[in-house]
């Protein structure tokens, strides 16, 4: 079954760094769009980053640009999310997740379970 399974989360102070990773399987991962969603408590999921099944295009949000780095590693089903200078509104539950046809801002299909980022003050 497909499976996306997220880690690297976990307590960083304000200015730090975290390496997120997301390991594909169940489905044809080099020809799908993946993406890291987050939700702060009390907020809607929003998109983070993403990238395209071919890894040459990239999109961000407009609050982590500079700030984060999206890549993929077709032949090691792996999705990373690189995040630097951590602030404490990027506090969530951060989600992998992949679609086969929504582009990189559309409708994504399989997601992860999830994995907590808190940055402290």
């Known amino acids: 079954q497909v499976q996306l399974v997220e880690s690297g989360g976990g307590l960083v102070q304000a200015g730090g760094s975290l390496r997120l990773s997301c390991v594909a399987s169940g489905f044809l991962f080099s020809r799908y769009n993946v993406g890291w969603f987050r939700q702060a408590p009390g907020k809607e999921r929003e998109i983070v980053a993403s990238?395209?099944?071919?890894?040459?295009?990239?999109h961000y949000a407009d609050g982590v640009k500079g700030r984060a780095t999206i890549s993929r590693d077709n032949p090691k089903l792996t999705l990373t999310l690189q995040m630097d200078r951590l602030q404490p509104e990027d506090t969530g539950v951060y989600y992998c997740a992949a679609n086969g046809h929504g582009g990189l801002t559309g409708a994504f299909d399989y997601w992860g379970q999830g994995t907590q980022v808190t940055v402290s003050s």
């Open positions: 990238i395209a099944w071919f890894g040459g295009a990239t």
